[in-house]
């Protein structure tokens, strides 16, 4: 059973409108993370959370905010999504281990038109 | 902060031969290493874990190399088959952070029956 489970699997926003991507996870892992990936590229890191009720800037955090209301649950809420916003989405959880390993959802694909 | 190349962007073999995806990166003191498999749509999958020492570590079908002098981590898919065709991503965990992970560009591996 999937552990990481994302919501939903793909969508098609307008330019412009506020988009929420959600996930959840089963593992009982204290960090959550939120990826983006586009062709041709790796994984770089928009926002990510150690705790409920906060949440921490990554690499790439502009135009994107995120919520984690409790343990399980951690959102990628885009307010005013943008063309360049198209991309596939990955959230991941981990336990705050030194080197730990990260288990990823099945990803998001979003198109914003 | 850290930077990870990876290279080749695609590659193509055929089946029975081997396959050879390197990463360099530029932290010295960075202390794990882990390759990533991602098939067709779906979500990446853990292919190992490296510790931070020289090393080479067998799993199913594959080599994965870690050498700290010259800073580079490769990934050596002995006698590719058709369902090792998938991206492949590297990623690091930095000395800045011990939770964040530093991901690779990709390669798109195809093996050809």
């Known amino acids: 059973e999937a552990a990481v489970t994302q919501s939903p699997r793909s969508k098609v926003a307008v330019t412009g409108g506020k988009v929420t991507l959600s996930c959840h996870q089963t593992?009982?892992?204290?960090?959550m993370y939120w990826y983006r990936q586009d062709t041709g590229h790796g994984l770089r890191l928009i926002h990510y959370s150690y705790v409920a009720d906060s949440t921490e800037k990554g690499d790439i955090p502009d135009g994107y905010k995120a919520s984690r209301p409790s343990q399980e649950n951690f959102s990628l809420i885009l307010e005013l999504a943008s063309l360049s916003q198209t991309a596939v989405y990955f959230c991941a959880s981990s336990p705050p281990v030194s080197g730990n390993t990260l288990y990823f959802g099945e990803g998001s694909r979003l198109i914003v038109v | 902060g850290e930077q990870v190349e990876q290279r080749p962007p695609h590659l193509s073999v055929r089946e029975g031969d081997s396959a050879v995806i390197t990463c360099t990166y530029t932290d010295p003191n960075s202390y794990y290493f882990f390759w990533y498999k991602q098939e067709p749509g779906a979500s990446l999958q853990l292919l190992m874990k490296v510790f931070s020492s020289t090393e080479i570590n067998e799993g199913q079908g594959f080599t994965v190399l870690l050498n700290k002098k010259d800073k580079r981590l490769s990934l050596n898919l002995t006698a590719a088959h058709p369902g090792d065709s998938a991206a492949y991503f590297c990623?690091?965990?930095?000395?800045?952070?011990?939770?964040?992970?530093?991901f690779g560009s990709g390669t798109q591996l195809t093996v050809m029956p």
């Open positions: 593992n009982n892992h204290d960090y």
């Open positions: 990623a690091v965990t930095p000395s800045s952070g011990s939770w964040q992970l530093i």
